[in-house]
Structures are given as structure tokens and as C-alpha cells.
């Protein structure tokens, strides 16, 4: 079956655009996960959400970075005013729900870089 | 906050040897779940093998095993047989509400 689904793959984009990336989940699975991972470094929690709330938004960084889940499917990470060290690869899971035990299966991720 | 340490940022080891990758963390919390991920170049993040902090056998996944000593809050994970396929970054992770990553290993398998 498919799994998760990360789009675009690559985003080039300027300093102080606003910029949004999204996550395609495995059907079922109503746990999501977003990451950001810099380089050379491991990825770093940003945000959950079990269903459509947000479960735990505790490593957004600051609230330039917002993110949705409408429908409990699709989630949409938006970035307003990008920095440059805004710049890495945004990583997406998804699990059957929020239980550890229920593997998390990973995007391949969006590059973004901020010029 | 728990975190998670992984102090050898790259390793190498000769086909069809063993190599063990280490793993510390810190948390006080009693249940949570310990994990190892592989990722490529592809950037796509491959779970290996997880450990549940309340059993006391360590898991064991084909060639892939691990050393989990609770007290110690210690997770090393040992390849067996490594084969070439085995390149890539590995990372240990922590998970009671949300996952922490370590800032990983580099391993380098060799013909």
C-alpha cells in the first residue's frame, strides 16, 4: 500500500515568503507527526496531532510555524516570514494512533531552503 | 525534558563483522518505548528495532539486537553479519508522549 507522502519534495524559496508543506498519511492511521531535521543533526519533534486537534505543539519554535489537520487526514506545516534558519528537511509520520508501541512510519521529507 | 546521546558520529566496520552503536538517554519517566531508525540517503527513516521500557528481554530483529539496561537508561544496538546495505545514519530514539532523537551515527560498512 502507499505510504506517507510528502509534497514538494524540494522548496526554494526567499527570505520572508510564506511557505507550506504537506503530508499525505497512510489511510488509517490517525496519528501525525511532524519533525525538523538540520543537517548533520537528528530529527527534532515539532508537533502531533491525534485526529484533527493538536495533540502537543510544544516544538513549534516560535509562531511563525502553525500547523492544520481539517479532517483528520491531510496536515499542512506553514511557515510565515521564512529565515534562512528556517532551512532543513521537514519530516512527516504518521502511526495507527498516539500508543509508542504503533510504529511510526516517515515521509521522505521536504527540503526547504530560504535564501 | 529527556535526551537522548549518542556519542560516536561515525562509525565503520568491514563486511560481515559486528559492530555495536551506543545509546544513552535521560527521563524520568518509567514507561516509554526505545528505538533505533535507519536512514539512507534517501532520507527516508527505516525503523529497525524497538524496546518496550517495561520488558527486560532484549528485542532481537534478524541481524539487529540490542542491549537495553534500564537502570543504566543505556539502548546500544548490535549489527551482526554487516553487510553493505547497512550504510546509512542510524538514530536512537525516545518515546513516552513525543519522540527524541539522538544526533546520530554515521555508519560506514566496507568491502
Known amino acids: 500500500g502507499a505510504g506517507v507522502s510528502q509534497t514538494p519534495s524540494n522548496k526554494v524559496t526567499e527570505k520572508g515568503k510564506y511557505v507550506e508543506l504537506r503530508c499525505d498519511p497512510i489511510s488509517g492511521h490517525t496519528a501525525l507527526y511532524w519533525y525538523r531535521q538540520s543537517l548533520g543533526q537528528g530529527p527534532e519533534f515539532l508537533i502531533y496531532f491525534q485526529g484533527t486537534g493538536a495533540a502537543d505543539d510544544s516544538g513549534l519554535p516560535n509562531d511563525r510555524f502553525f500547523a492544520v489537520r481539517p479532517e483528520g487526514s491531510v496536515s499542512t506545516l506553514k511557515i510565515q516570514r521564512t529565515e534562512r534558519g528556517d532551512s532543513a528537511v521537514y519530516l512527516c509520520?504518521?502511526?495507527?494512533?498516539?500508543?509508542?508501541?504503533?510504529?511510526?512510519?516517515f515521509g521522505p521529507g521536504t527540503r526547504l531552503t530560504v535564501l | 525534558a529527556q535526551t537522548v546521546t549518542q556519542s560516536q558520529p561515525e562509525m565503520s566496520v568491514q563486511e560481515a563483522e559486528t559492530v555495536t552503536l551506543s545509546c544513552t538517554y535521560d527521563?524520568?519517566?518509567?514507561?516509554?518505548?526505545l528505538f533505533w531508525y535507519k536512514q539512507p540517503p534517501s532520507r527516508q527513516m527505516i525503523l529497525v528495532i524497538r524496546?518496550?521500557?517495561?520488558?527486560?528481554q532484549n528485542a532481537t530483529e534478524n541481524r539487529f539486537s540490542v542491549n537495553f539496561q534500564k537502570a543504566a537508561k543505556s539502548f546500544s544496538l548490535k549489527i551482526s553479519d554487516s553487510q553493505l546495505g547497512d550504510t546509512a545514519m542510524y538514530f536512537c530514539?525516545?518515546?513516552?508522549?513525543?519522540?527524541?532523537f539522538g544526533a546520530g551515527t554515521r555508519l560506514t560498512v566496507k568491502p
Open positions: 530514539a525516545f518515546m513516552s508522549n513525543d519522540m527524541r
Open positions: 524496546q518496550e521500557a517495561y520488558k527486560q
Open positions: 509520520a504518521s502511526s495507527l494512533n498516539t500508543n509508542g508501541y504503533n510504529e511510526q512510519f
Open positions: 527521563t524520568s519517566e518509567n514507561n516509554y518505548y
